[in-house]
């Protein structure tokens, strides 16, 4: 391969990882629409969700940020987390993204053969302990990108409640998705304790008990 093309894959790469919006709005775009004098949005609109490029941005911080604190810390490796963290959703560059409490076990599947088309031979067996989850580091990376698209959400409980009603699901969804993923750790365990206790609360149409830092009028 000359290097020009690999220059052509890398920014190919780059602009799929940008044309691929998620489910969650992020507080920046909300400002952004806030501030132009909207007081309804509509959580279906591409133009307000996250981008799968900021999903994996925000995964390094998070991990970086979370690693000393967790219970395992000794025995997690920060560095082949964070290979896992950036190539997890390759496949979601051809295939889009699917809302994790729709996604069916053929939709994984799919998800998988692109993944082997895409990556690099050595990076492969990441990818693999990663969906696993078997070992300590894949264990901590898929934490942590469950915990992502909640902090999004607990910043803004009254576009989560609009969100929960549009998706038709809540608390106890995410309980029933989400816990198995926190278990391995007794730090992430209160940590996913505590945020369920506040989408148990954002349920019940009261504050989250975070600050929030934007959120639609109520």
Do not use: C
């Amino acid at each position: 391969m000359s290097t020009h093309e690999l220059i052509q894959q890398l920014l190919d790469l780059q602009n799929a990882y940008a044309r691929v919006p998620r489910a969650i709005v992020t507080g920046e775009r909300l400002r952004y629409e806030l501030a132009k004098g909207a007081v309804d949005i509509d959580v279906m609109r591409e133009d307000l969700r996250e981008q799968l490029l900021e999903h994996v941005g925000h995964l390094p911080m998070l991990a970086s940020f979370l690693h000393s604190h967790i219970e395992h810390k000794n025995e997690v490796n920060l560095g082949r987390v964070l290979i896992m963290l950036s190539i997890h959703d390759i496949g979601e560059t051809v295939l889009g993204d699917i809302l994790t409490y729709d996604k069916k076990s053929e939709d994984t599947e799919k998800e998988n053969e692109v993944v082997k088309k895409l990556l690099p031979a050595e990076l492969v067996p990441y990818f693999d302990e990663f969906e696993a989850r078997e070992t300590l580091d894949a264990k901590y990376a898929k934490s942590i990108d469950a915990i992502a698209p909640f902090l999004h959400e607990l910043d803004m409980p009254n576009l989560t409640r609009k969100r929960f009603a549009v998706y038709k699901f809540g608390s106890k969804n995410i309980e029933a998705k989400k816990k198995i993923y926190f278990e391995w750790d007794s730090v992430l365990k209160d940590i996913f304790a505590v945020i369920l206790d506040s989408y148990h609360k954002i349920d019940s149409g009261e504050p989250s008990g975070f600050k929030v830092i934007t959120d639609l009028p109520k």
